[in-house]
């Protein structure tokens, strides 16, 4: 297993229902770091949540954090189509300035 | 945050020759990153570039195959040598944010290889 791995690796879900990610990691982390990307762009910056915080919300975005457990996951309420992409976490080490990528969610939302 | 600029959006490009794909960011930034991104595949991160000194490679990634070069705060290439069809792939540059994005790394649009 690799550090930050995501699941479901896919989900499709109707427009203005939920969608929910998740993503282990094995090792002491500084932060856990979620990303969007659109049909192979770049990557786009959703949110930062820290070790010591345990949720943080951003817009229509919903993420935890345990570091139990060491998991998080990612909530999207009431999907849109635009919402349709690859979603990925990123996790930085407790010392260290690296990413380490999962393996990604691709969500895929109908109309 | 940071905004970064990437060149060439994508290539295809033959067997046998190299590309360099450039990095320009908007703000003077100490250390840049170049990952790559296989098809249907994530991000691995290939190596870390400082200015004024050596990228450090990642594990399986040797500077011959991926030279980088980081001459100013705001600018990097990287070049993919002797390319081969498992070149193929997106590359992308980061930067870590400042301020009150410190810890949040940014990302370029990429660049799309192909090598046929």
């Known amino acids: 297993s690799q550090q930050g791995e995501e699941d479901p690796q896919a989900l499709s879900i109707q427009e203005g229902e939920n969608a929910t990610m998740n993503c282990s990691y094995k090792t002491s982390i500084n932060n856990l770091q979620w990303y969007r990307q659109n049909s192979g762009r770049g990557l786009v910056h959703l949110i930062l949540?820290?070790?010591?915080?345990r949720e943080k919300h951003s817009g229509r975005l919903r993420v935890t954090l345990d570091t139990s457990k060491k998991s998080s996951s990612l909530l999207i309420t009431a999907s849109r189509a635009a919402d349709t992409a690859s979603y990925f976490c990123?996790?930085?080490?407790?010392?260290?300035?690296?990413?380490?990528f999962g393996g990604g969610t691709r969500v895929l939302v109908k109309p | 945050s940071a905004v970064i600029s990437q060149k060439p959006s994508r290539d295809i490009c033959q067997r046998g020759t190299s590309l360099t794909i450039q990095c320009q960011v908007d703000s003077q930034v100490t250390m840049m990153f170049w990952y790559r991104q296989q098809p249907g595949q994530s991000l691995t991160l290939i190596a870390t570039a400082n200015q004024g000194s050596e990228a450090t490679y990642e594990s399986g990634f040797v500077i011959d195959k991926f030279p980088i070069s980081r001459p100013n705060l705001t600018f990097s290439t990287l070049t993919v040598s002797n390319m081969s069809p498992e070149d193929s792939s997106i590359y992308l540059c980061?930067?870590?944010?400042?301020?009150?994005?410190?810890?949040?790394?940014?990302f370029g649009p990429g660049t799309r290889l192909t090598v046929l």
């Open positions: 949540i820290r070790s010591n915080e």
């Open positions: 980061s930067v870590e944010g400042t301020g009150g994005s410190y810890n949040e790394q940014f």
């Open positions: 990123a996790t930085l080490k407790a010392a260290g300035n690296k990413l380490t």
